[in-house]
């Protein structure tokens, strides 16, 4: 028969917010689709754009967070805008997508097949009608390296023509999971599980309530003593088969697939807020010491040496202006260098290392947040450039500025230009200015925002910050391989601190 797809299925079950109820379902393997609208019947050769959500692994669905069913991840506008197809779709989050024993028992990448098993459906859907030809492009959400470890595993050759990566990639410092007993043991420890044999383990908890399963893992978001990212403990592993090695190693698998990386400029906001809470209120202070201890907290593979050099090189402009406002960037700056723009500047050269026929592209989206209790000198925040990407100001206009709808066509412009050609300049939609491509020599950027014009076209950006942490940072000698704190038990709230490996 026919299926009348008007709603959305339930998302994958997940914790909701204050982690201490779950919702959505394990029933929740389902494709969205959007085609353009307004025309008596679809072209049968659109490309195909597919939506990876992000929310670190944990949360998140293909839909997107809602407001009175008006969904953030609705294609409607970029398929009629950019007159391509969209296509989003669930996967398993936490420990039910990414829960591993480490070995053979547990390898832990159940959800990392979600997505090529999800563009295998469509594919051949889609050839079954013969009417469209194979997905062509991934999108992928912040806080979700997903993309681009995608276009590293060896299973999706062929799969994927272009790729997006929106501030994440799979040389981010939490994409990967060096330590997944550590996590499993404290999920075995809240159900009730066998810790000492990893089969048994295993065994138990495939028997588990899913619901159980997934309130026994708490995100704490207060009162961390380290870094927020070192509470990450689901997301993927190296299982020496989907991701059959480091992925700095794997970029060889992406030599075809087309390529834009870009950031936000203030990405890192979000999670130095959790991590320093004072950064947004006026009255409260950042002090040396406040960041020192940050910066420990995310350069623990190099112990002390690698803590101060770090230190100094981001106060040093403290010399010239050492006001409050300045001290609160530079705490932005750090985390968003640490946590989205190195690697993803890291992850271009190594795709233009690699690349035989694809072309690379990269950008950085600069416009700034319009959440009204943020300090006014916070940029754009990670996530902020969603809504544009999604034509928000076109579907909900009363909410926006002329400005913001510019910056929405502008996206969906070169966003769905480069899903059609492999080049964000040429297709469907007109663009502003010219978009060159990235070299290693050149270090070509876009800055996307508000006025885009022949200035748009950057160079090196924070190229100084780069040398220091591919080399200066990378040649002091490790003191702690898998760079994370060196003491494993639990806090006082009952949630694990970061493990190790000599635990």
């Known amino acids: ?72 991840y609705d294609g409607e506008e970029i398929a009629t805008r950019g007159n391509v197809i969209v296509v989003t779709f669930n996967y398993r989050v936490g420990p039910l997508g990414f829960l591993s024993t480490g070995d053979a028992n547990l390898p832990g990448v159940l959800a990392s097949w979600d997505p090529p098993c999800a563009i295998l459906g469509l594919d051949r859907g889609l050839h079954m009608e013969d009417a469209l030809p194979p997905p062509q492009s991934l999108m992928g959400s912040p806080t979700c390296p997903s993309v681009s470890l995608q276009t590293l595993t060896p299973y999706n050759k062929g799969l994927i023509r272009r790729a997006i990566s929106q501030s994440g990639v799979a040389l981010t410092p939490w994409a990967i999971q060096k330590n997944p007993l550590f996590w499993a043991k404290q999920i075995a420890k809240k159900v009730g599980c066998p810790l000492d044999d990893t089969a048994r383990m295993a065994k138990c908890m495939k028997v588990t309530d899913p619901r159980a399963l997934t309130l026994a893992y708490k995100m704490p978001l207060a009162g961390m003593e380290y870094p927020m990212l070192h509470y990450l403990g689901f997301v993927p592993v190296v299982d020496g088969d989907f991701i059959p090695d480091d992925p700095i190693n794997l970029f060889a698998n ?25 950064i947004n209120k006026d009255k409260q202070t950042v002090t040396g010491e406040d960041f020192f201890k940050l910066v420990s907290g995310l350069t623990f593979a190099k112990g002390p040496r690698g803590a101060n050099a770090t230190f100094d090189l981001y106060t040093a402009p403290w010399a010239e202006d050492s006001s409050q406002e300045a001290k609160k960037k530079t705490v932005v700056d750090f985390e968003t260098d640490v946590l989205f723009l190195m690697p993803t500047k890291m992850a271009v050269a190594q795709h233009r290392a690699n690349a035989k026929s694809a072309r690379t592209y990269t950008y950085l989206f600069s416009h700034p947040s319009r959440m009204p209790v943020y300090p006014k000198w916070v940029g754009a925040d990670h996530a902020d450039d969603l809504q544009y990407v999604f034509g928000k100001p076109f579907a909900t206009p009363l909410g926006y500025r002329a400005q913001d709808r510019t910056v929405s066509q502008t996206m969906i412009a070169y966003w769905t230009n480069f899903a059609r050609t492999g080049d964000p300049n040429q297709g469907h939609s007109a663009v502003p200015t010219q978009w060159e491509p990235y070299t290693q020599e050149n270090g070509n950027y876009l800055e996307i925002n508000k006025k885009m014009d022949g200035q748009s076209m950057k160079q090196h950006l924070r190229s100084s910050y780069l040398q220091y942490w591919t080399q200066t940072y990378q040649a002091l000698p490790t003191v702690n391989e898998d760079g994370l704190p060196r003491c494993p038990s639990d806090n006082s709230e009952g949630n694990p601190v970061p493990p190790s490996d000599d635990s």
């Open 1 to 72: 028969g026919t299926l009348k797809a008007k709603d959305f299925k339930k998302r994958c079950l997940q914790a909701t917010i204050t982690q201490d109820n779950t919702y959505g379902s394990e029933d929740c393997l389902y494709l969205n689709i959007w085609v353009p609208q307004g025309k008596k019947e679809v072209s049968r050769n659109l490309p195909v754009m597919i939506w990876i959500y992000g929310g670190a692994f944990l949360m998140g669905s293909g839909q997107g967070a809602n407001v009175l069913k008006n969904y953030l």
């Open 254 to 278: 992406a030599a075809d697939i087309d390529y834009i990386a870009g950031t936000n400029n203030m990405d890192g906001h979000i999670f130095a807020s959790i991590d320093m809470p004072a």
